[in-house]
Structures are given as C-alpha cells and as structure tokens.
C-alpha cells in the first residue's frame, strides 16, 4: 500500500481528506438532509475509468434539486472535480462518493428547515471491492424478504438519492445480516417487490426477464439501465412488472443490479433455492458483458466509460 494521504474534493478544492471537517451543528448531522451519489472506477487498457460517470452527476444534481439545495457546480464541474479526485487519492480506491449536504446557519439554530443554510458539496474515493462477496458472483448470494418494507412515493422522493432515506435501507441490511444472509428483499407498502437496501432487481422466467416500474418504489438505477440495454441488445425482452416474493422462490433466476453491487447473482430466498441454487445462464452471460463493457473491452460501450488521466 501506498503512504500516499487521500485527497478529497471539497466546495472547490483538494484537500486531505483527515482534514475535512464538519462542524457539530451541520443540519445533514441531524436531519439526513444531504444528497449522495456512488460511483466505480475500473481498471480498463487505458488506464482508470470511470463507469458512467457523467450520468451519475446529473442524477445528483437532481437529488439536488428535490431537496432544494442550491450550489454553485456545474455537471462539467463536478465531472472534472471527479477525475481530479481519483487521480489524487488511494492507488486501490474504486468507488466515488460525491456527496451535497445542507451545513450550519448563520444563526446556530436547530430547525427542520435548511433553506437558509449553507450547501456544502465534496467528492471523496475510498476502496469498495466487492460488496456481497466475490465467491456469490458465481454462486449466488443469500437473501431473506426484510420485515422492513420501503416507503411509498407519497412518502418521500425515491428517485433521489437522500441520506435520510437510507436509514430504511440500513435497518434492512442489519436485519438481513444478523439472521445470516447476505442482503435483503425489500417489499413496497402494495406487498410486492420493490428493491434490495441499495439494488435493482430482476427476475428471469422462461427466457424472459422482469424488474419493477419506478412506480413500485424503486431506483431509476443507472447500473439498471445498463443492464437492460445489454439485455436488450443480446435478444432478451425486458418486461416491467409488479412482482410478488412468491414468483422470485419459483423463477429460474433472480440477480440484483447496482452501482456497489454490480451484477449479482442471487440463489436462495427466504431459504427457497432459486432456480439452480447458483448464477444461471443469462445472468451469466448479461454479468459477463457487464464487466467486459466496465472495463473498456467492449468496444460497444466504451462512450460509458471517462477516462480518469
């Protein structure tokens, strides 16, 4: 390892990331009032990349938006503050953390409103590897259906990436790894499936692949667009469905999509094997692709990718 002090990104210069300070009375401490954003970087032929970087920002900005937070970066800005960071950071970092949170007020109140408090905006890097286990890439992981169902639109906005909203995901994730599996399913307030604590889904039956409409209280996952257009432009019909916990124990594969996640392949729920118990054949071949278009040999999807020099 490097002795090399990891830089981060912060309200428009590098600084070391020891350094970042944020002060007790922060509003975002309090009240989950940020906006986030998770982002790989990979090793391709040409050096580090990073994977949809520039769509990546501009769902921040509209995380941004929803929340009212007005700063003074462009998606350019934030693009390049990008690159800078991970070409100053960690040699083994692969994952982007840009993060947008309401800070202190003038006036050292605590109120639910944040309107008149400074927006701060950062940009750090840090070592993911693989999130649930590089053995479960091929043999699938192990979920249980969370007791914690996820919040309806009319609850909060979901197509944001807020902070305070992921409280819900982390009581799942804690639930799910206390009673010895990987990652949870989360069901919708309807009763059918939404998502995983920070995952697309998708559910293949007789050769056809289903995942949830954003009305069922998902994502609008860009890991997820990924996959369906590889899906897509490997023959594979996409459909969009409500989907009950009942159909995934009878389908023949079920895997799980993100940023963190990747391409997963899951084989058991709630102690149901799935399909063969292991990846099957066309989460194999879509998770194939996926890598190989992340890290720069597919020649298809090389426009995904922002070289980092």
């Known amino acids: 390892m490097s002795d090399k002090k990891p830089m981060i990104w912060m309200n428009g210069r590098l600084i070391e990331q020891e350094k970042a300070v944020v002060p007790f009375m922060t509003h975002a401490l309090h009240y989950g009032s940020g906006v986030f954003e998770g982002i790989r970087i990979y090793d391709t032929p040409k050096g580090k990349a990073v994977f949809r970087l520039r769509e990546h920002m501009e769902r921040f ?10 700063h003074p970066y462009s998606v350019d800005d934030l693009v390049e503050a990008a690159r800078l960071t991970v070409r100053n950071t960690i040699p083994n970092a692969d994952y982007i953390r840009p993060l947008a949170w309401y800070g202190e007020n003038d006036e050292n109140r605590i109120v639910l409103n944040p309107f008149k408090f400074k927006v701060n905006v950062a940009i750090a890097c840090a070592f993911m590897g693989t999130y649930l286990g590089e053995e479960n890439m091929e043999k699938g992981a192990k979920l249980i259906t969370s007791s914690w ?6 609850s909060t906005s979901l197509q944001a990436k807020i902070c305070g909203n992921y409280v819900n995901s982390i009581l799942a994730k804690i639930e799910s790894n206390q009673l ?3 990652e949870a399913l989360m069901l919708n307030t309807n009763g059918t499936v939404a998502e995983g604590p920070g995952e697309n889904i998708f559910m293949i039956k007789k050769g056809k692949i289903y995942t949830p409409p954003l009305s069922a209280g998902v994502l609008e996952g860009i890991t997820k667009d990924s996959v369906t257009i590889i899906a897509k432009d490997k023959g594979y019909q996409i459909v969009e469905k409500e989907i009950t916990r009942s159909e995934i124990y009878m389908a023949d594969e079920f895997f799980m999509t993100g940023t963190a996640a990747e391409v997963t392949p899951i084989r058991s729920l709630d102690e149901r094997t799935i399909g063969e118990g292991k990846r099957g054949p066309i989460t194999k071949a879509i998770q194939e692709t996926f890598f190989e278009a992340a890290r720069g040999n597919d020649p298809r999807y090389l426009h995904w990718l922002t070289s980092v020099n």
Not at 149 to 154: E, F, G, L, S, V
């Open 180 to 182: 010895g599996a990987d």
């Open 61 to 70: 900005q509209d995380s941004a938006k929803v929340m009212c937070m007005v």
């Open 149 to 154: 169902t996820k919040p309806a639109n009319t």
